[in-house]
């Protein structure tokens, strides 16, 4: 059973950094893309990075691009994301996810609160 165990989200202030991890087992990880994606309160999920099976090739929505960083580590089975130059809208539930064909179910998620 594939689990993705996602950690490191809290309560910051704008402009300081933060580092997600996600722990994920019950898979080949390094088989997979790995994906970041958030959920604002009363906001669709979005996608915020991805990174390709090898770490060579990564994607980031416009909204985080060069504030946010994904990379992963195949011996550990995580993938991180940090994050920079917090600001207010960056307030959500972030989820990590796994893709081969399609991503896979999703985890609980980590809450960052970012206050102005």
């Known amino acids: 059973q594939v689990q993705l165990v996602e950690s490191g989200g809290g309560l910051v202030q704008a402009g300081v950094s933060l580092r997600l991890s996600c722990a994920a087992s019950?898979?080949?990880?390094?088989?997979?893309?790995m994906g970041w994606f958030r959920q604002a309160p009363g906001k669709e999920r979005e996608f915020v990075a991805a990174?390709?099976?090898?770490?060579?090739?990564?994607d980031y929505a416009d909204s985080v691009k060069g504030r946010f960083t994904i990379s992963r580590d195949n011996a550990k089975n995580t993938v991180y994301l940090q994050m920079n130059s917090l600001k207010p809208e960056d307030t959500a539930v972030y989820y990590c996810?796994?893709?081969?064909?399609?991503?896979?179910?999703w985890g609980q998620g980590t809450q960052v609160t970012v206050s102005s």
């Open positions: 019950g898979l080949t990880f390094s088989s997979y893309t």
């Open positions: 996810n796994a893709k081969q064909t399609g991503w896979l179910s």
């Open positions: 990174i390709s099976w090898s770490g060579k090739s990564t």
